[in-house]
């Protein structure tokens, strides 16, 4: 069936440096593209999103981009922290507040 | 801060036993979803459910699951004869608007013997 997917399943960063997470999807009928953190122990946790009409959008010290030709999503997370320590998913869905279908997840290291 | 509350954290029960899961979403939330996570596993939806009313559900979501939001404040979901494969954290979610924003609660861990 159709799927969301992620590249990397660690990735180590220097605190201060940039980080970039990747995934990959398939249902080319997705019109909204998001991004979740869970940290150890806790639920996942909402960061960004971005609708399929859009290339980039911008948070606070995070930036998503949407590349449909190629079917790839990003995160990237400037200035990374000890906090930003997490389990990063990608997730998909047709419609907004439907429901959300989770890549497998990236962890991301930061090391001080 | 408001949080999506869940209890028991972690529920261990044997194979063909009966579960609920509880869940107290925000309380001015309107939307209520159900995911769970097999270990080493992505996050799967199983159901959502708007205006006490199942807006969606999942393959997973089948004749075994139930959910019901009783007193306007709890939302739970009801294993009725679990199996070794149900073994999984749930993950309760609410949100206040049709959003992508989904507030998801700290999860509870269900082990079936």
């Known amino acids: 069936g159709e799927s969301v997917g992620l590249h990397l399943p660690t990735l180590s960063v220097q605190e201060g440096d940039n980080s970039i997470i990747n995934c990959a999807y398939s249902?080319?009928?997705?019109?909204?593209f998001i991004w979740y953190k869970q940290e150890s122990g806790k639920g996942p946790q909402f960061i960004i999103d971005i609708r399929s009409n859009m290339d980039k959008r911008q948070g606070q010290r995070v930036t998503v981009l949407l590349n449909k030709t190629v079917k790839h999503l990003s995160l990237q997370i400037a200035a990374t922290q000890p906090g930003d320590s997490a389990v990063y998913f990608c997730?998909?869905?047709?419609?907004?507040?439907?429901?959300?279908?989770f890549g497998g997840g990236t962890r991301v290291l930061v090391k001080p | 801060e408001p949080e999506v509350t869940q209890t028991p954290s972690h529920q261990v029960t044997q194979m063909g036993q009966e579960v609920i899961l509880r869940c107290v979403p925000i309380s001015n939330h309107l939307y209520f979803y159900w995911y769970r996570q097999i270990l080493g596993q992505k996050v799967e939806f199983l159901v959502s459910?708007?205006?006490?009313?199942?807006?969606?559900k999942s393959e997973i979501f089948d004749d075994q699951f139930s959910v019901e939001r009783p007193d306007g404040s709890n939302f739970t979901l009801k294993i009725r004869s679990t199996k070794l494969e149900d073994s999984a954290m749930y993950f309760c979610?609410?949100?206040?608007?049709?959003?992508?924003?989904?507030?998801f609660g700290p999860g509870t861990r269900l082990t079936v013997l």
């Open positions: 459910f708007y205006n006490n009313e199942i807006s969606e």
């Open positions: 249902n080319s009928a997705s019109d909204y």
């Open positions: 979610a609410s949100s206040p608007t049709r959003s992508n924003e989904q507030f």
């Open positions: 997730a998909e869905t047709q419609t907004a507040g439907n429901k959300l279908t």
